[in-house]
């Protein structure tokens, strides 16, 4: 089975910087397609947060352009958070539509790891 797995969360003071990790595993083998980042706050809605995919297309929200970096290297997706201020505060979830040879072309998600920003 396919797992995500996310390190990297935890406190940082505003104006600080953060790297998030996510680590694919599972089976012989593992080829990622499209990988995003999403973030859901306290009494918000979950929201894209950055995606890119294997044409180096990448797309951010408004909130984070210019401060958040998403990037892969084989199966890691990271997430290179710069500049925080209190509004990123929220639970980080990666995910990634992965190729494995048993069950082609699936979406999997990562358990969510706490970012919390303090002033």
């Known amino acids: 089975q396919v797992q995500l797995v996310e390190s990297g969360g935890g406190l940082v003071q505003a104006g600080g910087s953060l790297r998030l990790s996510c680590a694919a595993s599972?089976?012989?083998?593992?080829?990622?397609?499209?990988w995003a980042w999403y973030r859901q706050a306290q009494g918000k809605q979950r929201e894209l947060v950055a995606a890119?995919?294997?044409?180096?297309i990448t797309n951010y929200a408004d909130s984070v352009k210019g401060r958040f970096t998403i990037s892969r290297d084989a199966n890691t997706v990271y997430l290179q958070m710069k500049s925080l201020n209190t509004g990123d505060t929220a639970v980080y979830y990666c995910?990634?539509?992965?190729?494995?040879?048993?069950?082609?072309?699936?979406?999997?998600w990562g358990q969510g790891t706490q970012v919390t920003v303090a002033s």
């Open positions: 599972g089976g012989s083998r593992l080829i990622l397609n499209t």
């Open positions: 890119d995919d294997t044409r180096g």
């Open positions: 995910t990634a539509n992965i190729w494995t040879a048993l069950h082609g072309s699936k979406a999997y």
